[in-house]
């Protein structure tokens, strides 16, 4: 027999059975459904609309089936459906049929949103535990690179030198964004919706300040309507963790071609990397790889989502039940990622003799040249020119900037002194971005304090 099953007079056909059931994966709810119904409860007891004797009964038997679901005793039902009602009918089974009035004064409706509020509350605040770490991972790894330079690129061209601090301090301002997306959503997720009953509000008279106090939520749902059928938390979600793991995939990226031999910048763990089944010399960068592989799918829940609802008419819709698995394995794949990212980029062996070899040669310097000619009062479209024709001299020729004399420099303008060597020097070029968020030493430094501090404050 349903928990429903008074108004029907034949028995549910057993595929429509196994197609409308969520209890394959809501039972991961289940601790914060058996906290929201001891929650529930206790309020029915204090507002006097169950007795004091029933509100022990039903708290001491969702208490027991609590402990019983821990030690790993009860097996659910696919015909109960979900989590809730295989909780209620386990409750009945427990204390008998006053199991029956916990379910009182609410409906799954406003119980499933209670539920996932609950479940996306306590997740969001462990997201934001595993972008601060992977944060001070990038601080550790910044710290000791200070003064590695490196090729910064745009379009994967050779583009200025940049301090390899700067460029992983890049990422942690990304990440810092990221926790401030969580933090700030975190407000709509911590909003109690229970009291919403299937739709218009219940006539029993319920205490949801209580309730909400119990379960230390901030603030109520103003519109049962919308209660119940509010999923914007949920979407918010998605699109924060979308973008965390694009920043993890562009991480992931950039660590999977500088792990190459053709870029040769770092090496990772072995612990952290995996082999060939074929050919002996591989080792593959795997962890990064599926990071970027996985971005897509959590990407793919959010529009996945986001579609589900669009042309979704008031109230809850049976449609709903499908914003759960993608938000599930959303949280899985993403603190999965979190957790693999910290220890990786701890475990990284960077090669700086080789990424300051790669900052050397090239033309990273070419600007440098053009700034000097402009410091000096030739325009700097004139400037650009002018060392446009010394970088195609230098590629002709297989010359360097460094390496040519100043005569030679003084063939393409006559205002090249002899300061115009130690003005391009690698380090020369970095400290010359001697600006606020700019990569030389003395700024990189006062970054990385800041963002040290920042990360101590949280
Ligand atoms: N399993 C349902 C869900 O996840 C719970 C709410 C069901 N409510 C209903 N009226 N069928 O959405």
């Known amino acids: 027999m349903k928990l429903w099953g008074g108004r029907f007079t034949k028995p549910t056909n057993q595929l429509v059975e196994e197609y409308t059931a969520s209890i394959g994966f809501d039972q991961l709810l289940v601790e914060e459904d058996i906290r929201g119904s001891l929650a529930h409860v206790k309020m029915l007891g204090a507002s006097g609309i169950l007795s004091p004797d029933e509100m022990e009964i039903i708290s001491n038997g969702l208490t027991t089936i609590r402990d019983r679901v821990r030690a790993g005793e009860v097996e659910f039902s696919v015909s109960l459906e979900d989590i809730h009602m295989n909780i209620e009918q386990l409750l009945i089974e427990e204390v008998g049929p006053v199991g029956g009035k916990l379910h009182t004064g609410r409906s799954r409706n406003d119980q499933v949103a209670l539920d996932m509020h609950l479940y996306v509350r306590a997740r969001t ?126 991480l992931s990226e950039e660590l999977i071609l500088w792990s190459s031999e053709e870029f040769g910048y770092v090496e990772l763990d072995d612990a952290f990397c995996t082999g060939s089944s074929m050919m002996p010399q591989k080792k593959n960068p795997d962890v990064p790889e599926l990071i970027r592989g996985k971005t897509g799918r959590v990407m793919g829940h959010w529009v996945a989502l986001l579609t589900t609802l669009k042309a979704l008419p008031l109230t809850y819709n049976k449609d709903m039940q499908e914003d759960k698995e993608g938000v599930f394995d959303t949280v899985a794949t993403l603190s999965g990622a979190l957790a693999l990212t910290a220890p990786m980029l701890e475990g990284m062996n960077v090669k700086t003799d080789r990424m300051r070899q790669h900052a050397e040669e090239g033309f990273a310097a070419a600007t440098d040249v053009a700034d000097y000619l402009a410091a000096k009062g030739v325009p700097f479209r004139e400037a650009h020119a002018v060392v446009g024709r010394l970088v195609l001299h230098c590629i002709q020729e297989g010359e360097t900037l460094s390496g040519l004399s100043l005569d030679a420099y003084r063939k393409f303008h006559p205002a090249f002194e002899a300061d115009i060597h130690q003005r391009i020097h690698v380090e020369a070029v970095a400290d010359a971005r001697d600006v606020r968020g700019g990569t030389a030493r003395n700024r990189v430094l006062s970054a990385l304090k800041q963002k040290k501090e920042q990360l101590d404050e949280t």
């Open 125 to 250: 605040l462990e997201m934001i535990q595993g972008l601060l770490a992977v944060q001070k991972a990038l601080v550790m790894q910044a710290e000791a690179h200070v003064d590695t330079l490196l090729p910064g690129y745009t379009h994967l061209q050779r583009a200025q030198p940049v301090r390899l601090a700067h460029h992983l301090l890049a990422y942690a301002e990304m990440f810092g964004r990221d926790v401030e997306r969580f933090m700030d959503s975190y407000k709509r997720v911590n909003m109690m919706p229970l009291g919403a009953g299937a739709i218009a509000g219940t006539p029993f008279p319920i205490d949801r300040e209580q309730v909400a106090a119990e379960l230390e939520f901030d603030r109520l749902y103003e519109n049962s309507m919308d209660a119940v059928s509010d999923r914007d938390y949920l979407v918010e979600f998605l699109a924060n963790a979308s973008l965390v793991m694009v920043h993890l995939s562009r």
